[in-house]
């Protein structure tokens, strides 16, 4: 496993260069230019979001449970000014923060690899304050081209084993809803430079 997730990291910003660029970068702008004060970003990878977030925020906490990706990802943040950033070790169904710590918490790319979703966003609940905001960017099971689901469905074992425990075919929207969040925004999207099986995407905001 650790073999695994060392290839991953080193080669995870070059296999989702063609995706940034068609359509992930302008995503990430949007949903991040308008959030403030204290955010929690769960599963950030090598720090995708970091050039998107505005100087708005008072504090940023990036975690990252991955040894390898949280090295690349400590990399970056001291490429980036401001002092507001740290990097921490929380897994998204295991979050070290207490309750009601955060303003925001942002989830990009990230539901469709935790064991549990239902476990983390329980865990997001917990360390948002009252009111306070999920903002998400996940790709979905193909609930508008069911002729795709079959084929999510049928992949998905060998794609969790080769990409990190990614679901092809995991419902996200029905899993935040059930969760108890109320969607502010909702938009259901198709992301270019993509595989089909993981183009069906939703990107909104959920409150508490």
């Known amino acids: 496993m650790s073999v695994r997730s060392y290839f991953m990291a080193k ?21 991040l230019s308008d959030i403030s004060g204290d955010v929690l970003e769960i599963g950030s990878g090598t720090g995708a979001n970091l050039p998107y977030y505005p100087q708005s925020i008072h504090r940023l906490v990036l975690s990252e449970p991955e040894s390898h990706m949280r090295d690349l990802l400590r990399q970056h943040i001291n490429q980036t000014p401001g002092g507001k950033c740290t ?32 476990t983390a ?56 809803s059930d969760a108890g969040f109320t969607f502010e925004t909702l938009e259901k999207l198709h992301a270019s430079g993509a595989p089909s099986l993981v183009s069906p995407t939703i990107k909104g905001v959920a409150k508490r």
């Open 11 to 31: 080669y995870y910003d070059a296999s989702m260069k063609k995706m940034e660029r068609a359509c992930l970068s302008r995503w990430r702008s949007e949903l």
């Open 87 to 118: 990097a921490e070790s929380s897994s998204a169904d295991k979050l070290s923060f207490p309750d009601n710590s955060f303003d925001s918490v942002v989830s990009t790319l990230v539901l469709c690899s935790v064991d549990s979703p239902d």
């Open 121 to 176: 966003l329980h865990e997001i609940k917990r360390v948002l304050k009252p009111g306070g905001k999920l903002y998400f960017i996940e790709h979905v099971l193909a609930k508008d081209a069911p002729h795709l689901i079959k084929w999510q469905r049928l992949v998905q074992p060998l794609w969790r084993y080769m990409c990190g425990n990614c679901h092809t075919a995991r419902d996200t929207e029905r899993h935040i």
